[in-house]
């Protein structure tokens, strides 16, 4: 007992949360399960604009004007960025299977990649939207 | 070790295929679209309805509204799993998202041969 005692007094404690950082492949993994989370809540919001857009050409006219808004293309570049990210970290996932950056070093690339490419799709795309 | 993917209960091996072949088909989907909006500027109605007036764009449009129920059920119940852990509340979670799943592949379907 007294030896399990001085062994608990010996861990490092650590209470200050703001200096623990994530590694960056974790960061990459929690940021592809909230994109995930967050695709599958604006699925219902696609799936009305594809109604809107092939209902008539009235309603098509209409959801372009609806869409050419401010909120309305920050919503949709809020998903685009969601969809590209998701879509980034997803092939890095498939080059992972096939043993391609698999490593400690190679993770660490690789999440930084997909966070890069998704950040620059989403830049270019909000260049387009506007 | 699980090495039937093809055997009847549901498996971790056969969630890990069903995840890739899905994510596949919805990044195919997702860059074709993304592109022909990207090659189209100044999309018309006449153009958008055409796209989808195809029999082989609206099976692509099935298959991929598919994938995303298989792709989503995948991925929401691992997000569950980890992070909702009443056993009831998590259940009712999960029940939801499977009829939301069900719904969402009815509207496609209703979209895309309704009229």
């Known amino acids: ?130 | 070790m699980v090495d039937n993917v093809a055997g009847l209960a549901r498996t971790g091996l056969r969630d890990w295929l069903v995840q890739r072949v899905s994510a596949v088909i919805l990044a195919l989907y997702t860059l074709f679209l993304l592109g022909f909006l990207l090659l189209n500027p100044d999309l018309q109605f006449a153009d958008w309805q055409g796209l989808f007036a195809q029999g082989w764009f609206r099976m692509f449009t099935l298959l991929s509204v598919l994938s995303l129920a298989g792709h989503a059920w995948v991925g929401v119940w691992g997000v569950s799993t980890d992070y909702i852990h009443p056993y009831w509340l998590r259940l009712l979670f999960q029940v939801v998202v499977i009829l939301a799943l069900v719904v969402f592949v009815a509207w496609a379907v209703e979209i895309l041969w309704g009229n």
């Open chain 1, 1 to 130: 007992m007294v030896v399990l005692r001085t062994v608990n007094k010996k861990r490092p404690v650590n209470l200050d949360l703001t200096s623990i950082r994530f590694p960056v492949p974790a960061v990459a993994s929690i940021l592809h399960r909230v994109s995930g989370m967050a695709l599958f809540v604006a699925t219902p919001l696609l799936l009305w604009m594809l109604e809107r857009s092939l209902d008539s050409a009235d309603a098509f006219d209409a959801l372009k004007a609806t869409l050419d808004g401010f909120l309305a293309k920050a919503v949709v570049l809020a998903v685009l960025a969601g969809l590209l990210y998701h879509l980034a970290a997803g092939i890095r996932h498939l080059f992972m299977d096939m043993h391609i950056g698999d490593t400690l070093e190679g993770g660490r690339r690789g999440a930084w990649s997909a966070i890069a490419v998704a950040a620059v799709a989403t830049l270019l795309m909000g260049v387009w939207l506007w």
